[in-house]
């Protein structure tokens, strides 16, 4: 069974940075497309960043570009997200996803994901 776990988040304040990370096991990492989402309290789940299994290409929503960045390590089997000149507006819990369809494109909708962590909280202080 593929477990994702996720770590990194805490209280920071406003222009600061987190480094999130997430560690996978279970399944076959490398194959895997990993993305992160983040769901801030009374909203949708929100496509954050992704990063494809073959060639590692990326995609950011529009609201991150340029202060995150998505990076994985196919030998740890681990993801991170490296969150820089954070705001309030990033405030959320932040998931760590992985999509085992083998897309050759990062896909932004949730439901395209097959497996899940369990979130970490990012809060950050104006």
């Known amino acids: 069974q593929v477990q994702l776990v996720e770590s990194g988040g805490g209280l920071v304040q406003a222009g600061g940075s987190l480094r999130l990370s997430c560690a996978t096991s279970?399944?076959?990492?490398?194959?895997?497309?990993m993305a992160w989402f983040c769901q801030a309290p009374g909203k949708e789940r929100e496509f954050v960043a992704g990063?494809?299994?073959?060639?590692?290409?990326?995609r950011y929503a529009d609201s991150v570009k340029g202060r995150f960045t998505i990076s994985r390590d196919n030998a740890k089997n681990t993801v991170a997200l490296q969150m820089n000149s954070l705001s309030p507006e990033d405030t959320a819990v932040y998931y760590c996803?992985?999509?085992?369809?083998?897309?050759?494109?990062?896909?932004?909708?949730?439901?395209?994901?097959?497996?899940w962590g369990q979130g970490t909280q990012v809060t950050v202080s104006s």
């Open positions: 279970g399944g076959t990492f490398s194959r895997y497309t």
């Open positions: 996803a992985a999509d085992r369809g083998r897309s050759w494109t990062v896909s932004a909708d949730g439901h395209d994901y097959d497996y």
């Open positions: 990063i494809a299994w073959f060639g590692g290409s990326t």
